[in-house]
């Protein structure tokens, strides 16, 4: 009984962690180039059940040896949990919005299926990272910058100076002012799912120069939005609330049954 009492709340635990996942999704919905979260569910490992005060002796070839053996009764799952959070990739609707500062990277011919390509930024702590919220303003000291506040970087790294709002980009991904030209770092991940998903639209791990026979082009005055589907998300909340309270409403089976159990054993005799 008590085996079951666990299996039930592992079940609440994981539909709590999905709901949580979902949700988050919803609320970044409108959130420019975000990726949704999908959850991973797996069982524990499976267990094998012998029947108790069932072993008995056999002999065996080796001596005349009696080694004890039980009758099995069978496997049993203790239950679920969830076991990853990773972003889905796909490129989300690329929308126009008129504006020059906003920026879409839009994915042409990737060398692998897993591979994408992001804008890269560096973080308050200075730190490279990565993003596909094009989303991006000129700061009060004329430098193209995230609406976090976070430089935008070029391809040697360094921030890129726009001496404001007036400039021209390429669909290669030039930044072209009256005095110069400057390369967008645009880099590039044959695995987008090892990267760490972290706040405010970045990214952080390793990625890569991009490889020969990539295609793919920056459109300015647009956006990419983001990939949640949003009718699909609330039936998939929907779903896990429902699963919430069938595994709620066992474990108050249980709850009841050992509460039965424990008040009628004094009355035995």
């Known amino acids: 009984m008590l085996r079951g009492f666990y299996t039930a709340a592992s079940g609440m635990i994981t539909q709590q962690r999905q709901q949580e996942a979902l949700s988050n999704n919803i609320a970044n919905a409108n959130t420019p180039g975000y990726k949704a979260d999908q959850t991973s569910i797996r069982a524990f490992p499976e267990m094998l059940l012998n029947e108790m005060g069932s072993s008995k002796n056999i002999?065996?070839?080796q001596g005349g040896l009696n080694l004890p053996i039980?009758?099995?009764i069978g496997s049993i799952n203790t239950g679920v949990y969830v076991q990853e959070t990773v972003p889905n990739f796909k490129q989300g609707d690329i929308r126009e919005t008129g504006i020059s500062t906003d920026l879409a990277i839009v994915n042409?011919?990737?060398p692998d299926e897993t591979?994408?390509?992001f804008f890269t930024v560096q973080n308050e702590a200075g730190e490279t990272r990565f993003t596909r919220n094009g989303n991006f303003t000129v700061d009060g000291q004329g430098f193209l910058v995230t609406n976090h506040g976070y430089y935008v970087l070029d391809e040697a790294g360094n921030p890129i100076q726009t001496n404001g709002m007036e400039f021209r980009l390429t669909p290669e991904g030039i930044l072209q002012t009256e005095d110069v030209a400057i390369p967008l770092g645009i880099t590039y991940t044959a695995d987008a799912n090892t990267l760490t998903k972290e706040g405010n639209d970045l990214f952080a791990g390793e990625t890569e120069a991009i490889p020969a026979g990539t295609t793919y082009a920056i459109q300015q005055g647009f956006l990419e939005?983001?990939?949640v589907n949003t009718l699909?998300?609330?039936t998939d909340?929907?779903?896990a609330y429902r699963m919430f309270e069938t595994n709620q409403?066992?474990?108050r089976a249980y709850d009841e049954s050992l509460g039965k159990t424990v008040s009628e054993i004094g009355r035995i005799g």
């Open 249 to 251: 409403r066992v474990l």
């Open 115 to 117: 591979g994408s390509l």
């Open 108 to 110: 042409g011919m990737l």
């Open 59 to 61: 002999p065996t070839s």
């Open 70 to 72: 039980q009758n099995t």
């Open 225 to 227: 939005q983001s990939n």
């Open 237 to 239: 909340m929907m779903t």
């Open 232 to 234: 699909q998300t609330m």
